[in-house]
């Protein structure tokens, strides 16, 4: 189920009631999808200690690494099939072949 809540109190109050496994923020603007992992599939501090630290604007936030970007991308495209996540896959083993060499 997706659900938008506007209210950041009301927001943060969900979940931690709900709990889910994860959640994402969606800038209407840009576009730009933030998918938020609550330890799954990988726990978080795995995640965390591998990460890269990107700025944006005056905010660091830690992005996962290639490799577990790709990991991640496999368990998502087994369970929704999703054409987005095959184009993901094959740009993140692409990326990661030409670091390689």
């Given at each position: 189920m997706t659900a938008t809540i506007a209210n950041r109190r009301v927001a943060a109050a969900r979940l931690r009631l709900d709990a889910p496994a994860s959640a994402y923020f969606l800038d209407p603007d840009t576009g730009l999808r933030?998918?938020?992992l609550f330890d799954f599939p990988l726990p978080a501090a795995t995640l965390a200690r591998r990460a890269t630290i990107v700025k944006?604007?005056?905010?660091?936030w830690r992005v996962a690494s290639e490799e577990d970007?790709?990991?991640m991308k496999r368990i998502a495209q087994a369970g929704r099939s999703s054409p987005g996540d095959a184009e993901d896959i094959a740009?993140?083993?692409?990326?990661?072949?030409?670091?390689?060499?």
């Open positions: 933030l998918d938020l944006v604007r005056s905010r660091a970007l790709l990991r740009f993140l083993e692409a990326r990661l072949t030409k670091r390689r060499k």
